[in-house]
């Protein structure tokens, strides 16, 4: 499975700017105690294989749905892969932060941030979608694949529940882009493709 995941990530790195395959939900983190279950979908590939990173260099899981047990308590970086067994060049990827606790109770800000975007990738316009278990301040920035800022989408306060962002880049080349999406408790980033059209 290692192999197959590294063969998955060389492919992300190679082709992965033009990929018609989307995640359309997730990674969707559940935890529980030192557990976490997580589950995404995603659209346009012919034979889909999901592969999630745990963050903590174990051997990943490639169920839609997987979960994962981890040795000690903290804040884990979980990426999931979306991607064509048959086209390596139909990709998508998208990750999210989970802290766990040893405690054996979950914890409740672990899972307090869920992004998309739509259409993705996009022309002229992206609808991000935010869902947050209680208002916080929230950071949404995009970023170029050198790791520039190259908007800020909103900095400060939204409500509990589904907010959502119309995004219209004004003077950006196509290309890949990078959602990053920040709270107290989460950090969340999101591949998206801007075609210019």
Excluded: R
Aim: glycine share 8%; net charge negative.
């Amino acid at each position: 499975m290692k192999k197959l995941y590294s063969i998955i990530a060389l492919s992300l790195l190679s082709v992965g700017a033009f990929a018609q395959c989307t995640i359309t939900s997730g990674p969707t983190i559940t935890p529980n105690g030192l557990s976490v279950s997580v589950t995404g979908t995603g659209t346009g590939a012919a034979v889909p294989q999901y592969v999630y990173d745990w963050g903590d260099a174990t051997s990943p899981g490639t169920s839609q749905t997987s979960t994962h047990t981890y040795a000690s308590a903290g804040t884990y970086t979980i990426c999931m892969v979306y991607v064509d067994i048959t086209n390596t060049a139909c990709n998508d990827s998208s990750c999210a932060a989970v802290t766990v606790s040893a405690v054996g109770i979950s914890d409740p800000s672990a899972a307090t941030l869920n992004v998309s975007a739509v259409p993705n990738p996009f022309g002229s316009e992206v609808t991000i979608n935010l869902t947050l278990n209680q208002s916080e301040m929230v950071e949404v920035g995009v970023y170029d694949i050198t790791g520039k800022q190259v908007a800020t989408l909103k900095n400060g306060m939204m409500a509990a529940g589904l907010n959502v962002i119309d995004w219209k880049p004004a003077d950006l080349s196509a290309g890949v882009y990078f959602l990053q999406v920040k709270t107290n408790n989460a950090l969340l980033t999101k591949k998206i493709v801007y075609t210019a059209n």
